[in-house]
């Protein structure tokens, strides 16, 4: 089993700044990438970025260019700095990390609300 906590949403005015973390605790073998998810209201949830272990990058293009993903291996941590926050970008955002061992098993956090508003 692995945990995922994150943390950092909030409300910001376009045009500002946010950084979110995720931290993974547990069994953390065979961990094929980390990343992040929103889902808007009335929307499906959809990839915001992740960041795979050989640590090849996957950006959404409506992200590309504002948002980057990091990882720190030692803290199993992965963060999303968020710069140039448009409206529609508010939405849960939510931390994913995929495991591949017998199957694939994806692991979720209970979600940050991040709200771009003025």
């Known amino acids: 089993q692995v945990q995922v906590v994150e943390s950092g949403g909030g409300l910001v005015q376009p045009g500002g700044s946010l950084r979110l973390s995720c931290v993974a605790s547990?069994?953390?073998?065979?961990?094929?990438?980390m990343g992040w998810y929103r889902q808007a209201p009335g929307k499906q949830r959809e990839l915001v970025a992740d960041?795979?272990?050989?640590?090849?990058?996957n950006y959404s293009e409506s992200v590309k260019g504002r948002f980057t993903i990091s990882r720190d291996n030692a803290k199993n941590t992965v963060y999303l700095q968020m710069n140039s926050l448009k409206p529609e970008d508010t939405a849960v955002y939510y931390c994913?990390?995929?495991?591949?061992?017998?199957?694939?098993?994806?692991?979720w956090g209970q979600g940050t609300q991040v709200t771009v508003s003025s």
């Open positions: 994913n990390v995929r495991q591949y061992y017998a199957s694939r098993v994806d692991y």
């Open positions: 960041i795979r272990s050989t640590g090849k990058r």
């Open positions: 547990g069994t953390m073998f065979s961990i094929y990438s």
